[in-house]
């Protein structure tokens, strides 16, 4: 086949849509799964260590491209593997609303990315046999905007369209008004004293009272823990709490644990958990107001309502105690749950607060989500069977056994450069503390105030890291690669490594404050995502440096491998860290946990010329 007929086909007509449908699965699995789970009540020891376990994939990748190379041609792998990222991307969204979702979703989760894995490597193969060297230089720019586009459809848009089915999917947002003043009369409503009868219209969140007036009058701390007791009580007897563990169950499960792990355990939460912070020798406690929750009517016989309870706005001194979340059905939805409010002890001024009690069919906004998701890709397995041009035929003539002399040979000689471990050490540490930050940045943010998170919304979270986040990302990485071509990486790489790094102290500052304002948050955000793309310029001209010589798109890919692994391993402690210490401790071990990184800069070899630009560059 000649030239001119590979070429028929425009670059504009595939190029685009290739890189497009690369990037969506990987943000997908990575990013998008996430917030997903955290907004289906997973919790973030499970989330970040099995979220982190589907970079696996990515890992080990290098292992099979051979057979991608030799079996079949680029378009079949291209266009079979888009039509199974499909299929997967379907599944997910059959199995969110079933009660096992979550190891299900896993199951399809991991599809997921052994397709997307394998869809990578063909893509990046059929972009250098589809194209001359020149139009791969001219179109190089195109396939990453579009890679980057996918990147803002998944973390921005995406989850955007979740968070608005969220909130048009259920029942109608409740807001509750709270008062904290001198003059406020004690209010102290039993459950025994609500009229609870079934009432006409749309089913709505019911809250008594309307408007909370807490008194600023303190108790003692075995008044308060009495009344707080009591409403927990109730909560888990009509089964809106969990009940407390019995001491059989405690000890069973101090048995399956081992002595190494607990003491650790034990350990961290003593020294470092937020809750052993130095607790007010005053034996007064902040005054309390409670809330009784139920529904209007009763559901369909199939169908949980979750009621979500949290604050929205307002004085911090003004704190949810008990009942954050609730689930009604038609059996319960006329007994009451109950939510605890309580005031600082120290507060001796008129403030007050705002609370909200929301109702989205999470399950069904996700499903809805992920059914777009695989429409999508259906798409893009029909375009692409067409669009592509034909221009590979199987090798016949080639052996597995050859193909594999060769691969190993790849290897060889990548684990016999010159001082390679240190550099594989220096991919490994260099993004330590991101690598922990990024499977609890989201979480952070949707969290409740009470739990210590910003209790942004789920489209407020998309806004600030689809948007916001990926503006100030592309930005650093433009300014990051325009600077390394002038003065060359080795100038640079002390200054990218405090970009990356040192901006994570934006989480720690956002912890302890925990703003209202939304413009601050997306700031602080943006400071840290520009100070990584910025930084993650040094670590892509360090992979390259690593891969140059023979087989060096090989090499390259041995190099990415280990930066999955790098993001993996450290992913899937972080969130098991975060619960055990709280998230304003999390975040100032992430940025102890970048120490290794400068220290690795000490003796990685940088050729000083590397990534300036050279007159044949420049021609």
Request: aromatic share 14%; hydrophobic share 50%; charged share 15%.
């Amino acid at each position: 086949m000649s030239k001119v007929e590979k070429n028929r086909r425009s670059p504009w007509l595939w190029v685009p849509s290739l890189y497009y449908a690369e990037g969506i699965p990987y943000v997908v699995v990575m990013l998008v799964s996430v917030i997903m789970y955290k907004r289906m009540g997973i919790s973030n020891t499970d989330i970040a260590l099995y979220t982190s376990w589907l970079y696996l994939p990515w890992v080990i990748k290098p292992l099979w491209s051979p057979i991608v190379d030799i079996l079949r041609t680029k378009k079949f792998w291209i266009v079979t593997m888009q039509l199974l990222i499909g299929a997967a991307l379907g599944s997910v969204a059959l199995s969110i609303p079933l009660p096992n979702f979550f190891r299900i979703t896993l199951a399809f989760f991991w599809l997921l990315a052994f397709s997307s894995a394998t869809h990578d490597i063909a893509a990046d193969g059929f972009y250098m046999l589809g194209l001359s060297k020149h139009d791969q230089a001219w179109f190089v720019g195109i396939r990453s905007t579009f890679y980057r586009l996918a990147m803002i459809t998944g973390q921005g848009l995406l989850i955007i369209l979740a968070g608005w089915l969220e909130g048009n999917t259920g029942l109608e947002t409740a807001a509750l008004q709270v008062q904290a003043a001198p003059e406020a009369r004690v209010q102290r409503i039993s459950a025994e004293d609500l009229q609870i009868t079934e009432e006409s219209g749309d089913l709505r969140i019911v809250m008594t009272p309307e408007n909370l007036e807490i008194s600023l009058t303190p108790l003692t701390k075995s008044e308060a823990a009495a009344m707080i007791a009591e409403a927990r009580d109730m909560n888990v007897a009509n089964g809106y709490s969990p009940p407390p563990a019995t001491a059989a169950e405690l000890q069973e499960a101090a048995d399956r644990e081992s002595t190494w792990k607990r003491g650790l355990e034990n350990f961290l939460r003593s020294r470092f958990g937020e809750e052993n912070a130095a607790a007010p020798t005053s034996d007064r406690a902040g005054n309390l107001g409670l809330v009784y929750f139920q529904l209007s009517g009763p559901p369909p016989e199939d169908k949980d309502i979750v009621v979500n309870f949290g604050r929205s706005s307002g004085d911090k001194n003004i704190s949810l105690i008990e009942g954050n979340r609730f689930v009604f059905n038609s059996g319960n939805w006329n007994i009451p749950a109950v939510a605890v409010l309580q005031l600082d002890h120290r507060l001796k001024h008129g403030s007050s607060a705002e609370y909200k009690a929301s109702a989205g069919n999470i399950p069904l906004s996700w499903s809805l989500t992920f059914f777009i998701l695989a429409a999508l890709f259906i798409v893009f397995f029909f375009y692409h069977r067409f669009a592509l041009p034909p221009v590979e035929t199987v090798d016949k003539s080639a052996s597995l056994q050859g193909v594999f002399s060769e691969f190993f040979t790849t290897f060889r000689l990548f684990f016999s450069k010159e001082k390679i471990g240190i550099s594989i050490a220096f991919l490994l540490l260099y993004r330590l503390g991101e690598s922990q930050l990024v499977k609890l940045a989201s979480p952070f943010l949707l969290d409740a105030q009470e739990a210590g998170g910003l209790g942004l919304s789920t489209g407020q979270v998309g806004f600030v890291y689809g948007t916001v986040g990926i503006i100030m990302l592309t930005l650093g990485g433009i300014l990051g690669g325009i600077l390394a071509s002038r003065q060359g990486l080795k100038y640079w790489i002390w200054w990218m490594a405090v970009a990356i790094n040192l901006p994570n102290a934006v989480y720690i500052y956002l912890s302890y404050v925990l703003p209202d304002n939304f413009l601050m948050i997306n700031l602080a955000v943006g400071i840290e995502q520009f100070g990584y793309g910025f930084g993650f310029t040094a670590y892509m001209l360090y992979m390259i440096a690593v891969a140059e010589g023979e087989y060096k798109t090989a090499h390259f890919a041995i190099a990415t491998a280990f930066m999955a692994l790098g993001m993996m391993i450290p992913g899937m402690w972080s969130g098991w860290l975060q619960e055990l210490i709280g998230y304003r401790h999390f975040f100032i071990w992430v940025l102890i946990a970048t120490i290794p990184s400068f220290l690795m800069l000490k003796f990685i070899p940088v050729d000083p010329e590397f990534g300036k630009k050279t007159a044949e560059d420049e021609a």
